[in-house]
């Protein structure tokens, strides 16, 4: 079953439905082009360019929930304000579940908290492995949890929204699913169709922020109940998770666009797709007042917030001679070389982006060059977000191999292999690494 379900293959159908991306390194973008503003905020700016809409100082800076959601924090960086591991002496503990762990793991004050798609939710100890609690749901979990003011958020294919206390694992509210049914994905990554709920909780200004019935919704953290809703942008399911920043909210519809959001006030400010409509809809990176996403087809976006218009893009790898034509064959080498759903992480003005042919690459993004520092092979193909911690990059591989490299150089650190792909991004926590495998087991090396 695994083996007819390869993201290769899917990739391959969603590229040959993208159009073209012309080639190049690193390019300015017209400001008009792809970029979609709400009507009732935007003005004409000097010589029909999009005026600047935004000022992200007027909100008070979101909470950035530092260690205890999907990607770190809620600007999704990928960085962990905690200690790495430098040296592997192995593994400390492994805890087995009924099927695969794909999420990312959260660690908090001696527990880690994951799903699993055995539509199952545990709490571990973090120090034994052994298992606190488990609550079990009627679909699978995907959804990566967060954890905010002792209840841990996450989203089953149930169709549901699920807080509970994050102490005894009892419930403290659920949504109810709008749709009949459950949809049950199995090994097959990504699916066509993104259920509800498959997308990580955000949490900021005392709501939970997840997309279900093909809407961003805002929930209130105490009640559940529906406050917030993204009406404008489009509509779409999603794969990935909402950052949040300085008073905005970001988020990818499907595979088609971004969209940006006054984050209190659910006000649509700007939105668009990438250059020749290359697939988007995957979890942005908020950093420097920029935006940042990986496209499918492996090309990295940065966007100004405070003007859309400045917006450019770098092709990664392309110092390894990839390029994209708009060919059939070159559409079906990029999908080779691309088709990954992973998402950047950011630290010290640095992006790291990994490729379907186990390429990663550190990007310099403190100008608007998009300068390839380095670029490393790895064993086997990357889906697996990168996680940082105190300029270590840790990154997981479909052949199971977990990898330490530094931020700096690109130099291996050390490499640990587990008995299946690795899709989930690695947490850190003051010296472990813990991450899920497709072998059915979470991992804690130290």
Known sequence: MEDSHTLTSIILLF???????????????????????????????????????????????SEELPNSTYRANTHRTG?????????????????????????????????VYFGSL?????????????????????????????????????GSLDGSLYALDAATGKLKWQTKPKKKGIIEIGHEYPPFHAPDVMCSPAVSYGLVFVSIDNHMRGFDCQTGQDKWCALEGGTSQQ???????????????????????????SRFLFGGGGVGNDGQGLTPVLYDKRLFHQGTRGVLYSQDLNNPNDLWRTLIGESKGRTNTGSKKDMAETSKYFGTLCCPAIASDTA????????????????K???????????????????????????????????????????????????????SPPCIGNGVVYFGCNDNYLYALH
Request: charged content about 20%; proline content about 3%.
């Open 118 to 154: 055995d539509k199952r939710f545990y709490a571990v100890d973090s120090n034994t492995g052994k298992q606190k609690w488990v609550y079990g749901t009627n679909g699978e979990i995907w959804s990566s949890p967060t954890l905010y003011k002792g209840i841990i958020y996450f």
């Open 352 to 367: 790291v982006c990994g490729t379907a042919d186990g390429y990663l690459s550190a990007i310099d993004i403190s100008g």
């Open 79 to 111: 960085e962990y304000k905690v200690t790495g591991l430098a040296d592997l002496k192995g593994v400390k503990w492994k805890f087995k579940a009924d099927d695969w762990i794909v999420c990312n793991p959260v660690e908090s004050e001696g527990t």
């Open 369 to 423: 060059t998009g300068k390839e520092k380095w670029i490393i092979r790895l064993s086997s193909q990357i889906n697996s977000s990168p996680s940082i911690a105190r300029d270590i990059i840790y990154v997981g591989c479909d052949d199971g191999a977990i990898y330490a490299i530094e931020l700096g150089t690109g130099k291996h650190l050390w490499k640990f292999k587990a008995e299946g792909k690795i899709w």
């Open 239 to 265: 794969l990935g998770a909402a950052a949040i920043g300085s008073g905005l909210l970001a988020y990818g519809q499907g595979f088609t666009k971004m969209s940006v959001f006054k984050a209190k006030t």
């Open 15 to 61: 590229c040959c439905i993208f159009m073209h991306i012309p080639d190049g390194m690193t390019e300015e973008v017209a400001g008009t082009a792809d970029v979609i503003l709400s009507n009732q905020h935007v003005g004409a700016g000097e010589n029909g360019q999009l005026a600047p809409v935004l000022d992200i100082a007027e909100d008070a800076p």
